[in-house]
């Protein structure tokens, strides 16, 4: 498996990102997002805050939130396959997680696959907790989502 061992840097998506970004997530999700979904969020959604990580300048995870008023919801988060368990999730999450806090959100949610336990266990080891199901959610799959929720957050 190839290791981490270049620079890394974490900055907002931008729309000429969006290759980049569509090629990770075509390998990541069985209903990947299109480009138009990706092109509105980054250039026309007020409350949508997406992030990218580069490694010599090439993207390898990327994720994305919605912040309205005091909350914030996770979006999407991805590595790329040959990186995946090398912490750039997490750092992506944390990311997201200081970013959100700086906009004044106190709490962060999500959904995650009941049957993806790799992202659970991120997602816990992040400090978030079980809180809730949505029966069906995925309507590629009809599986539920377990929903997640961080309180407390904050800058720093």
């Not at 962060?108 to 696959?113: C, D, G, K, P, Q």
Request: hydrophobic share 40%; proline share 4%.
């Amino acid at each position: 498996m190839p290791t981490v061992d270049g620079e890394l840097e974490i900055g907002r998506m931008r729309p000429d990102d969006l290759d980049q970004v569509l090629a990770i997530e075509q390998v990541s999700f069985p209903t990947p997002w299109s480009r138009a979904a990706y092109r509105r969020e980054v250039t026309e959604n007020s409350y949508a805050h997406y992030l990218v990580m580069r490694l010599e300048g090439s993207i390898v995870a990327y994720g994305g939130m919605w912040v309205v008023l005091d909350e914030a919801h996770i979006t999407t988060l991805a590595v790329t396959p040959a990186l995946r368990c090398q912490g750039l999730g997490r750092r992506v999450l944390e990311a997201l997680g200081e970013l959100a806090a700086s906009l004044g959100a106190s709490r962060i949610s999500l959904e995650v696959r009941r049957s993806n336990l790799t992202a659970q266990r991120l997602y816990n080891r992040f400090g978030f907790s079980a809180c809730g199901i949505r029966r069906r959610y995925y309507t590629d799959t009809n599986e539920d989502a377990l929903i997640m929720v961080k309180e407390g957050i904050r800058p720093g």
